[in-house]
């Protein structure tokens, strides 16, 4: 089976990767950061859910796959560099993080400190495999 090829627009970096944001699609939160290559960014659009590249495990990770916290995807966008894509979705369960929380952006800088600011809503370790 051939690439899309709109595929080549994306400006993947060296390691043949491209930053993804996931946004919110009704309240326009940043839920989370990932990482994409080629197959993670066609798989995303074929199957309408997130895909990504788990640069730790080095293999495709489809988000929710161990904890049912889909990212169900509206709709794709490119930057304007063509170096970033951000993914507007549904957040299945309400939990982006594997901290439990909403947002992986939890922490905030105050005084010289990082500081969490949004609750835990279910412990990690009822949401995960040991």
Avoid at 21 to 35: E, M
Avoid at 99 to 115: A, H, K, N, P
Wanted: glycine share 8%; with cysteine; net charge negative.
């Amino acid at each position: 089976m051939s690439e899309p090829a709109w595929l080549d627009d994306i400006a993947w970096n060296g390691d043949g990767l491209v930053a993804a944001i996931a946004q919110d699609q009704a309240s326009g939160r940043v839920l989370s950061q990932a990482w994409m290559n080629r197959e993670a960014l066609a798989l995303t659009v074929a199957e309408g859910r997130a895909v990504y590249w788990s640069r730790s495990r080095a293999k495709i990770w489809r988000k929710g796959e161990e904890s049912g916290h889909v990212q169900q995807v509206h709709e794709v966008r490119i930057d304007c560099d063509a170096d970033a894509v951000l993914l507007l979705v549904t957040q299945v369960g309400g939990i982006a993080c594997h901290t439990g929380r909403e947002s992986c952006f939890y922490r905030v800088l105050r005084d010289g400190q990082w500081q969490d600011t949004d609750p835990v809503l279910k412990d990690p370790r009822t949401i995960y495999k040991q």
